[in-house]
């Protein structure tokens, strides 16, 4: 729960005082501060703190001794949503600055699983809505996983993004993620003589590529014509296929 904390911005004091007031519910100030071990004088300083991200409150209790209430949690995913919409509009003013040059590809290189997951999520971006996908299955549920890949799945479905998708028989581990009208996907097999040995998506100018955990990357290429060639054989084989 730290390290979730932490990546949602709330520094070692902050997270203390928080789980400590969400334990007591609604208690002074150095009750909650004697609970999460920081001082008085910090506990005043973090009750400002975490109110000006909504999660706690104050209240005038009896006798006049102000009260600290935790607020639900779900105050989180409210300030998420903020943060997003924030960036759904700026990321697009950043992008017509980043990187003047268009003649040259631009390429990103993830290492490790957490690489991986980013450049994952990263195809939900895509403008098109429409996902060209190879699947080495045995490879995904060993990295990222078959739970994280179904976390993924669920936002795809979420955003409207559909997936055509070409997987190879040798590589399968089980009858899972078949075509299917209401999850968005339609999925046609290789010949069977074809071993799709590395995942490959195709989206708007982009390509990713994912290795097995063995090798433990992913690529992201931005070219056009890098992706309108992979784009070309995808298609060739999926027309063959149909």
Not at 59 to 81: H, K, M, T
Not at 193 to 210: A, N, Q, R
Request: charged letters at 30%; hydrophobic letters at 40%.
């Amino acid at each position: 729960m730290d390290s979730r904390l932490q990546a949602l911005g709330l520094d070692e004091k902050e997270q203390r005082f928080y789980l400590a007031a969400l334990e007591l519910g609604t208690a002074p100030v150095t009750a909650i501060a004697a609970r999460a071990d920081v001082s008085r004088t910090n506990g005043y300083d973090l009750v400002q703190r975490l109110q000006k991200r909504g999660l706690v409150s104050q209240i005038e209790g009896d006798g006049g001794v102000r009260q600290v209430v935790a607020e639900d949690p779900s105050v989180l995913i409210r300030e998420w949503e903020r943060t997003r919409n924030a960036l759904n509009d700026l990321v697009p003013e950043l992008r017509s600055l980043f990187n003047g040059r268009q003649d040259k590809p631009r390429i990103r290189f993830y290492e490790g699983t957490e690489g991986i997951r980013r450049a994952f999520w990263e195809t939900l971006e895509c403008h098109s809505k429409v996902l060209l996908g190879i699947l080495s299955m045995h490879e995904l549920l060993e990295l990222p996983g078959i739970d994280w890949m179904n976390e993924y799945i669920e936002e795809r479905i979420r955003r409207g993004i559909r997936l055509n998708v070409i997987r190879s028989r040798s590589r399968e581990t089980g009858s899972i993620w078949p075509s299917s009208a209401q999850e968005d996907r339609e999925l046609r097999y290789a010949p069977f003589d074809m071993d799709l040995g590395m995942t490959m998506y195709i989206y708007d100018d982009k390509v990713l590529y994912v290795s097995s955990k063995r090798e433990n990357y992913a690529l992201v290429i931005e070219s056009p014509e890098l992706s309108s060639m992979n784009r070309a054989l995808f298609n060739g084989l999926w027309t063959m296929m149909s």
